[in-house]
């Protein structure tokens, strides 16, 4: 591990735990330049705070590019997240069936609260066609 990397971590590590403390203008501070240089962890907690203006001003814009950024290096809670915004219709246009993909997954890597979800939506038919027998096989998978 090089000079770069292990500071790299430890701004990573800093800026997570200055959130997880609920310090989020520190952690702003911390994780926005790791964010634009790519981390996915980074990135993940830059859109939850961007979406709920913690530590700044809430931007849709800034929300959504990071999550997707996230979500599309394989971070499950960001493949979530980017689930639920497209479920919803925050910070993007409400579009069932990408829902349905990043809950998939996330749902693949063993996420019990995109398994629950894909449940429900295969259980009422929400973005995807009804499927009892898909929605027991998600409920099943999540514990149920």
Not at 43 to 56: E, K, W
Not at 73 to 84: E, R, S, V, W
Request: proline share 2%; aromatic share 10%; charged share 25%.
């Amino acid at each position: 591990m090089n000079e770069s990397t292990s500071g790299m971590e430890f701004e990573l590590s800093s800026g997570v735990a200055a959130f997880e403390g609920k310090n989020f203008s520190r952690a702003t501070t911390l994780l926005s330049p790791l964010a634009e240089k790519g981390s996915a962890e980074a990135q993940y907690r830059m859109a939850i705070m961007a979406q709920g203006g913690l530590g700044m001003v809430v931007n849709e814009l800034m929300a959504f590019k990071y999550m997707k950024a996230a979500a599309e290096a394989g971070h499950p809670m960001a493949q979530h997240g980017l689930g639920f915004m497209y479920l919803e219709g925050e910070c993007i246009e409400q579009n069932l069936s990408r829902a349905v993909e990043w809950f998939k997954k996330a749902a693949e890597q063993g996420l019990a609260g995109s398994q629950t979800t894909l449940a429900m939506m295969y259980e009422e038919g929400r973005g995807v066609e009804k499927d009892p027998e898909e929605a027991k096989r998600w409920y099943e998978k999540a514990g149920f």
